[in-house]
């Protein structure tokens, strides 16, 4: 890798990707029925790559007739609806249409889907919702949460709307502002998202306040609370408006789902209070009944058939909780001082069921892995099962490692420790992963890319995947408690340098085989650039995390929290963010 320089524009990339003004990654990819082949940046943002044609068009030094300038920003006079202008990140090139099977569009009865909103749902197959849960589209769960719940659900529906359309909006910025585009006052305003993110608010509300008894109704309310979390993650107002839905994600949980899916006594008082949000939403929050005890709840509900035990099992429920404990592992690093932290009690609620009669949080990761194939029911293909049972091991490290990051900050909170024992346990358990998952871990270093399996299948996706957050907790781990580390910990316990060393090398050949999966380690990014004293890696950080922008405003001032931190005199300044 070399040190950032002055840039050669490249002359043999795409003609598309020369029109828009970004650099071409010049891979030639086949398409089945097209002539010339497909770049994997066109690929990513669905639209027509042409590698021959006319010569480049050039800037006219005329005024265009059709835009007017008002406060220094050129307005277009006529803003197109034109179906491929408005999903394009580039008017001037047309967007492919949506490939492969299962391209009808569909939608809830109650909702009427504009031009744009169509474009939005061709979009969503190769949206940040699919790439960052890992499955891929005909499997995923979005898909499943499209095609089984959206359709009957307007709430759903308009939360994968307002995901997408900001999506949308906010890679429009980015290759603008990545080919010093003029940008319109339209552009700058994220209305359609907006707009369908306030009516997922006003149908939740309504949902709520009715009497929520059903699976199919509960698994509804989650998915739109976790399509909710996820849209504050990346466009919003981050974890102060997540403490909000969080809210009544626990209310959910403690009234409806822990009973249905294991009976057991009333949680601890601490474990089932909300802790206050610090803030509001832009938009007014729903208001979510107040938490009782488990024991209350069922007292009121007599009607509850036992069967809606199994019944709540073969919804996403389980997996849509799973992956909303996953928030809030690194929250508290993304968060300046003075912000709100994202609360973390309903993932401690978990951590810390003992007895058999609680839920506990490897029984939760159960059902939830088992969940696919019990939601899709029997449409959910052989080769589907396959793919579950060959991303499994990389799935549970992934899961095992955010469980750790959990532990690490909660002792790190309660004040750094001066003797071994607290933070030995941690040690502990960081070797026996080591030991457990050691061919994953060395398939990971050996494999060049993750070319090297057919096309489709994910299993090297997802080993890279979780040995980057694998090691990246390592450095975090070393980040919090350095200062008390016994040199060295254990004899076989990673050291700091050789952890940031695996996730930074990991990294690399990710991008190089999947630049879009760099959405899915923005966390270890982050955390690795900080600690590595590689000028040239940091700039190699900076430059990914920037890229990450066009997922979500929110990713672009991680990348300004990075830069600020990597000029500073204290390069592992982002851990006293914890407390």
Known sequence: MHKLGRKVRSKTGCRTCRIRKV???????????????????????????????????????????????????????????????????????????????????????????????????????????????????PWSTISYAYHRIAVREPMVMSMILA?????????????????????????????????????????????LKQDVKSAAKTEAIFITLWLMIDYENRFGNGATAINIHIRGIQTLLYNHVVPLLKHHEPPPSDAISPADAGG????????????????????????IELSSNERLRYTSVPLFLLWTLYFFTPGALFCGPGTARI?????????????????????????????????????????????????????????????????????????????????????????????????????????????????????????????????????????????????PPAARFPSLASSVSQVLELALKLHRSRPRLMVRIAWPLFIAGIATPDQIYQDWV???LRELGRYGENFTKVSMRFDEIVRGSDPFGVKHNCQ
Not at 185 to 204: E, K, P, Q
Not at 282 to 300: F, G, K, Q, V
Request: net charge negative.
């Open 343 to 487: 609360d973390t009690d309903l993932f401690r609620f978990f951590l810390r069921a003992e007895s058999e009669e609680e839920l506990s949080l490897r029984e939760l990761y159960t059902i939830s892995r088992q969940s696919p194939s019990r939601f899709w029911g029997e449409t959910y293909p052989a080769t589907a099962q396959l793919d579950d049972l060959e991303n499994l091991p990389g799935l549970t490290l992934y899961h095992r490692s955010h469980v750790v990051q959990f532990k690490i900050t909660e002792l790190y909170k309660q004040g750094i420790p001066r003797t071994p024992c607290p933070y030995g346990r941690i040690i502990e358990e960081i070797l026996t992963i080591v030991d457990e998952y050691d061919v994953l871990l060395t398939s990971a270093k050996s494999a060049p890319s993750c070319e090297i399996v057919p096309s489709g299948r994910r299993v090297l996706e997802t080993i890279y995947w979780a040995s980057i957050t694998f090691y990246s907790t390592i450095v975090y781990f070393h980040l919090c408690f350095s200062e008390v580390l016994p040199e």
């Open 23 to 137: 650099k071409c990654d010049e891979e030639k990819l086949p398409v089945e029925g097209q002539d010339e082949p497909q770049c994997r940046r066109c690929s990513a943002a669905r639209i027509l790559c042409e590698w021959k044609g006319e010569p480049i068009p050039r800037k006219s030094s005329k005024k265009s007739q059709a835009a007017e300038t008002f406060g220094g920003f050129t307005r277009p006079v006529r803003r197109s609806l034109d179906f491929f202008q408005a999903a394009s990140p580039y008017s001037g090139v047309p967007l492919l249409p949506g490939r492969g099977p299962g391209n009808d569009l569909q939608a809830a009865n109650s909702l009427s889907l504009s031009v744009f909103d169509r474009s939005c749902l061709n979009y969503l197959r190769d949206s940040a919702l699919v790439t960052l849960l890992g499955k891929h589209w």
């Open 280 to 303: 509001s939403t832009e938009l007014e929050s729903p208001r979510y009944p107040p938490m009782t005890s488990l024991t209350d709840s069922h007292a009121s509900q007599p009607s």
């Open 542 to 544: 900076s430059i990914r």
């Open 163 to 207: 995901s997408t359309s900001s999506e949308i909006h906010r890679a429009r910025l980015h290759d603008r502002d990545t080919a010093r585009a003029p940008i319109s006052i339209d552009d700058l305003s994220d209305v359609d998202g907006r707009m369908h993110y306030g009516r997922a608010l006003s149908g939740l509300r309504e949902a």
